[in-house]
């Protein structure tokens, strides 16, 4: 039974700029938000407010959030690691922040510099800051289907650290395969393991795509009840600090399989492919969507 209607949430602007080598201007960011802003997908994580020298790519998360045209029907959202980020994504006055953290020990220590035990309290204070201030709020869970350093990772911990989050007030959770190793099986296994226990009516999966089998995933994950799914137009993307993350599963691709099911998703694929062309060329190399390889043939 396949869901007749799919949420999508564009990170291209945060995961896919955040791994390229070569610096995009702030206001090609700007009008690249703006153009995704009118393609009819409701959500768009913008950057992150980390530290600069963790992710160059983003430092100029301030500017970018302050200079984007506001679509009101259209949430923009950020990532936020602690309190300091949180601050500047109150400030420059985000819709919804987004914490983060990993089901991997090793993966958390090289990404945020904490033991999963440190990171526990430090989210905990954002989440209720967060929401204190009216913002919705997102969390992330890193490494759930295999590590770049600890390799397979249990359900279990994944379980745990999920229940953590929603425990302290998260609206959304995010399951990332944040290196792109999940198989169709192994999502199928995993899921079928958290049915009923993970609230999947307010879960999203976030694949990667780096061996192709992304849409597969999805299809598993449709079939599992799953209705919200994070993707990167034009399938930019990756982790700076797991290495052998490639770019996001493809918005473009995503919506074109979604379209061609007869499931619903709110989003033209002509604006779609014009934002996807914008970017391929700022970045100034070839995006790896077949949406996007296809019109690169014409
Ligand atoms: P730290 O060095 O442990 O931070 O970094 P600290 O609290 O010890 O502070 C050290 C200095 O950093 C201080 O400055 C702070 O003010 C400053 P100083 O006093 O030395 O001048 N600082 C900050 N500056 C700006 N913004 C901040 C901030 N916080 C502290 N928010 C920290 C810890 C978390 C900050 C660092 O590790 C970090 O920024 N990490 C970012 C990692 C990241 O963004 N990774 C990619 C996103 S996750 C991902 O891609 C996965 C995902 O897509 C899902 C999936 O695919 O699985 C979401
Ligand atoms: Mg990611």
Same mark, same amino acid.
């Not at 949420?7 to 090609?28: C, K, Y």
């Not at 800051?129 to 249990?154: H, L, M, N």
């Not at 449709?222 to 700076?240: E, K």
């Given at each position: 039974?396949?869901?007749?209607?799919?949420?999508?949430?564009?990170?291209?602007?945060?995961?896919?700029?955040?791994?390229?080598?070569?610096?995009?201007?702030?206001?090609?960011?700007?009008?690249?938000?703006?153009?995704?802003?009118?393609?009819?997908?409701?959500?768009?994580?913008?950057?992150?407010?980390?530290?600069?020298?963790?992710?160059?790519?983003?430092?100029?998360?301030?500017?970018?959030?302050?200079?984007?045209?506001?679509?009101?029907?259209?949430?923009?959202?950020?990532?936020?690691?602690?309190?300091?980020?949180?601050?500047?994504?109150?400030?420059?006055?985000?819709?919804?922040?987004?914490?983060?953290?990993?089901?991997?020990?090793?993966?958390?220590?090289?990404?945020?510099?904490?033991?999963?035990?440190?990171?526990?309290?430090?989210?905990?204070?954002?989440?209720?800051?967060?929401?204190?201030?009216?913002?919705?709020?997102?969390?992330?869970?890193?490494?759930?289907?295999?590590?770049?350093? +600890?390799?397979? !990772? &249990?359900? *279990?911990?994944?379980?745990?650290?999920?229940?953590?989050?929603? $425990?302290?007030?998260?609206? /959304? #959770?995010?399951?990332?395969?944040?290196?792109?190793?999940?198989?169709?099986?192994?999502?199928?296994?995993?899921?079928?393991?958290?049915?009923?226990?993970?609230?999947?009516?307010?879960?999203?999966?976030?694949?990667?795509?780096?061996?192709?089998?992304?849409?597969?995933?999805?299809?598993?994950?449709?079939?599992?009840?799953?209705?919200?799914?994070?993707?990167?137009?034009?399938?930019?993307?990756?982790?700076?600090?797991?290495?052998?993350?490639?770019?996001?599963?493809?918005?473009?691709?995503?919506?074109?399989?979604?379209?061609?099911?007869?499931? +619903?998703?709110? !989003? &033209?694929? *002509?604006?779609?492919?014009?934002?996807?062309?914008?970017?391929? $060329?700022?970045?100034?190399? /070839? #995006?790896?969507?077949?949406?996007?390889?296809?019109?690169?043939?014409?």
């Amino acid at each position: 039974q396949l869901p007749k209607q799919v949420t999508i949430r564009e990170v291209g602007p945060r995961d896919g700029l955040q791994n390229q080598s070569e610096e995009v201007a702030t206001a090609d960011k700007v009008e690249w938000i703006n153009r995704l802003s009118e393609t009819g997908l409701r959500y768009i994580e913008i950057s992150s407010f980390v530290h600069p020298k963790w992710i160059p790519q983003l430092k100029d998360a301030r500017e970018v959030a302050g200079a984007i045209r506001r679509d009101p029907g259209v949430t923009y959202a950020a990532l936020v690691p602690n309190r300091k980020g949180l601050g500047a994504a109150i400030e420059k006055n985000v819709d919804e922040v987004s914490v983060f953290m990993s089901a991997s020990e090793t993966h958390n220590q090289k990404n945020i510099n904490k033991s999963i035990t440190e990171t526990y309290p430090v989210l905990e204070e954002v989440v209720q800051e967060a929401k204190q201030a009216g913002k919705t709020v997102r969390g992330y869970v890193s490494t759930v289907f295999g590590c770049p350093y +600890e390799g397979d !990772i &249990d359900p *279990e911990a994944v379980f745990r650290v999920s229940e953590r989050l929603l $425990e302290m007030g998260i609206d /959304e #959770l995010s399951l990332g395969d944040t290196i792109g190793v999940a198989d169709p099986k192994q999502v199928d296994e995993f899921l079928t393991a958290m049915s009923g226990r993970l609230p999947f009516s307010r879960t999203a999966m976030h694949f990667h795509n780096t061996s192709g089998m992304a849409l597969a995933n999805v299809l598993v994950s449709l079939n599992h009840g799953i209705t919200i799914f994070d993707s990167s137009l034009g399938g930019l993307g990756g982790c700076p600090y797991a290495e052998g993350a490639s770019g996001n599963l493809a918005t473009d691709d995503l919506v074109h399989m979604l379209s061609r099911m007869g499931i +619903e998703t709110g !989003i &033209d694929e *002509e604006k779609l492919a014009d934002a996807a062309a914008y970017i391929q $060329e700022k970045v100034h190399g /070839e #995006l790896p969507s077949h949406r996007v390889q296809i019109a690169n043939r014409k």
